[in-house]
């Protein structure tokens, strides 16, 4: 039930039934060291070259926790208005894959460090409030890599490889409650929702966020059920999708696949899924239909943790102002519409277009040069606006000498090209390039007199009174000083001449 032809169309799945999202995001924590021991936490580093006897597991070592990564789970809690437990305890879950070298892996089970709080995003005007379960800490396990197979799973593959240093990197899991209520946007709510927790993850300092690396994880639930249904249908967990818009389109993979599935009068399964980025769907993984045991317990190892209410409230006197609270601020500051606000920052360019501002820039020219010339650069490309070879700064400056006069739009645009060309500085380019306005009317005669040479019939309408006929004879000077002539004062002089 994956072929195209298979799946019940997008807008007919939702005539019928009603979507449930759940979302599961881990992030890896920027702790300089690992959860439970010293180990540095640098991504990219020579394979188990970052281990120890605590993170191997070696019979004899005992674990210490990181205060650092307590206090960034805090933060995490604080900033999702969630409460925070004033006792608890690590637990040890048991389980017997190669990639968790302790054959168990500490994490929080029914005592979280952080429950019950939500997270508000906006989505085409409306607003969701995400309710959020918990927050939890565990550590990460290794990295098995599968060779030789023709997917990079284990089916298939020659061999297999594993690497340890990520095997006990803090990790935090932020878990939703089941969200409802949101038709048919629930893929963009679900996108909408990761965006917003990666800014107040990147806001808080707490991690890098980057879903590239794998520093940020998530785990999509989907249900469906006829609307009016007294209970949720039964839910797919779709792993590690590793993209914004990924999770946007395994959501509503998911959707129109069941609809299909519960059309043609069959059941869903109780499942994992992989999504496949090159063709947007979802295959099986593994059943759930029989619950794991992981046996649980308390951790032996480890006291339990007390976070003292002194301690949380410093924290929290601390926290950094949140995203939304930033965007409102600055759409007030900038006098912007929420459109205009939301078109920044699904672009992309919100943080540069402050940093344009804070150099000098108007926020409407910041905003121009941004969401127009350099977008559409970006597009090009096929880059983000923010891997562009120019600096907030250097848009800055290019944006004031267009305000003194010294360039045009259409020299400006000469300016970037500059820059993004790696030729320096702005002035550096207009020097390098000569590309500056002329205004000097010395030097601006000689074309002019030869626009009206070459063009003797709109010399002689503007000379009968038809000054539109102008724009001709500034269109001929601005093409002799190759775009620099001021073509104001251009003008200014035609007419001086012919009239
Ligand atoms: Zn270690």
Not at 22 to 49: D, I, Y
Not at 145 to 151: E, I, K, R, S
Not at 249 to 254: G, K, L, T, Y
Not at 415 to 441: I, K, M, Y
Request: proline share 5%.
């Amino acid at each position: 039930m994956t072929r195209a032809a298979e799946l019940v169309p997008y807008d007919e799945a939702l005539a019928r039934y009603e979507p449930v999202i759940g979302l599961e995001t881990h992030v890896e924590l920027g702790t300089r060291t690992k959860m439970f021991c010293g180990c540095p936490t640098t991504f990219g580093l020579e394979p188990n070259s970052a281990v120890c006897p605590v993170c191997l597991g070696l019979p004899g070592s005992l674990p210490v926790t990181n205060r650092a990564a307590i206090e960034y789970t805090i933060r995490i809690g604080l900033a999702l208005n969630c409460s925070i437990a004033t006792w608890c305890r690590f637990a040890r879950k048991n389980y017997f894959y190669p990639d968790m070298p302790k054959d168990f892996q500490i994490s929080q089970y029914d005592e979280p460090l952080c429950t019950d709080g939500y997270l508000d995003v906006v989505v085409e005007g409306h607003t969701f409030r995400i309710g959020i379960e918990r927050v939890h800490l565990e550590e990460d396990t290794g990295k098995s890599l599968h060779v030789g197979g023709a997917t990079g799973r284990i089916h298939g593959a020659d061999y297999s490889l594993v690497d340890y240093n990520r095997a006990g990197i803090p990790l935090v899991e932020v878990v939703t409650k089941p969200v409802t209520g949101t038709g048919a946007l629930a893929p963009v709510v679900a996108r909408t929702y990761v965006t917003e927790l990666r800014d107040v993850l990147r806001s808080l300092g707490v991690s890098d966020v980057r879903m590239e690396e794998g520093s940020l994880r998530c785990d999509v639930n989907t249900s469906i059920a006829p609307p009016g249904a007294a209970e949720f249908g039964t839910r797919t967990e779709t792993k590690n999708v590793n993209s914004l818009r990924s999770i946007e389109r395994a959501v509503r993979f998911e959707i129109e696949r069941q609809a299909a599935v519960l059309g043609a009068g069959q059941r869903i399964l109780l499942e994992t899924r992989h999504f496949h980025e090159d063709n947007s769907t979802t295959t099986a993984g593994r059943s759930k239909e029989e619950a794991q045991d992981y046996r649980y317990f308390p951790e032996p190892d480890l006291a339990p943790l007390a976070p003292d209410p002194a301690w949380v409230e410093e924290i929290r006197a601390s926290l950094p102002e949140l995203p939304a609270a930033r965007r409102a601020r600055l759409q007030t500051e900038w006098e912007l519409s929420e459109l205009d606000m939301t078109a920044l920052s699904n672009a992309g360019a919100l943080d540069l277009v402050a940093a344009t501002v804070a150099a000098g820039s108007s926020p409407a020219d910041a905003r121009k040069w941004w969401l127009g010339e350099l977008a559409r650069r970006a597009n090009e490309s096929g880059i983000e606006l923010s891997d562009l070879a120019i600096t907030p700064a250097q848009v800055a400056r290019v944006s004031a000498l267009v305000q003194a006069g010294t360039l045009n739009d259409k020299l400006a645009r000469q300016v970037l090209d500059g820059v993004l060309e790696g030729e320096g500085e702005p002035d550096a380019v207009v020097e390098a390039r000569g590309l500056a306005v002329v205004s000097d009317d010395s030097a601006l005669t000689a074309a002019v007199d030869a626009a009206i040479a070459g063009n003797p019939d709109a010399a002689a309408k503007i000379r009968d009174g038809k000054l539109a006929a102008a724009g001709a004879l500034v269109g001929d000077v601005m093409k002799a000083t190759r775009g620099r002539a001021d073509a104001n004062r251009a003008r200014e002089l035609i007419l001086e001449r012919l009239t």
